[in-house]
């Protein structure tokens, strides 16, 4: 079956067909590139400005301690124990978020382990109720 010819390169004025694999014709393909690079840092930095300074408490030592303590403890992740999963935990979550309940920051009882599929499966339920987790459908 014949290829479907290609794309004219988007740059403006160049009307050369693009590379396979890409929009751009040769020519054009690195200047792509390399702005599409500098957006990224960009778009990054700009993300890392807006971050809350709570972050920092993620880099205490007594949170370390605590979150390796935790997951010694918790070696698999809950969410997936609670569906009949086996997967290694990852990382340590608060069950009531630092944000809303910072004085609960270092309380054993408000502390989970998860994998990070769980996690962001538990981020993503937070953000859209905009309060704790709810337990997900098994």
Not at 37 to 43: H, P, W
Request: a positive charge; hydrophobic letters at 25%; proline letters at 8%.
């Amino acid at each position: 079956m014949p290829r479907r010819p290609g794309r004219l390169c988007p740059e403006p004025g160049c009307g050369k067909t693009s590379v396979p694999g890409s929009h751009y014709c040769a020519r054009h393909k690195a200047d792509a590139e390399a702005r599409r690079v500098e957006t990224r840092k960009v778009v990054h930095q700009q993300y890392n400005d807006r971050r809350d300074e709570s972050d920092d408490f993620y880099k205490t030592e007594r949170w370390r301690r605590l979150s390796i303590r935790y997951r010694k403890v918790h070696p698999l992740c809950e969410e997936c124990e609670a569906h009949d999963r086996i997967k290694p935990s990852q990382m340590t979550d608060h069950i009531k978020p630092r944000k809303t309940h910072p004085e609960l920051s270092l309380d054993w009882d408000n502390l989970r382990a998860l994998c990070w599929t769980c996690h962001n499966q538990v981020g993503e339920r937070v953000g859209l109720l905009g309060g704790e987790a709810v337990p997900a459908d098994p």
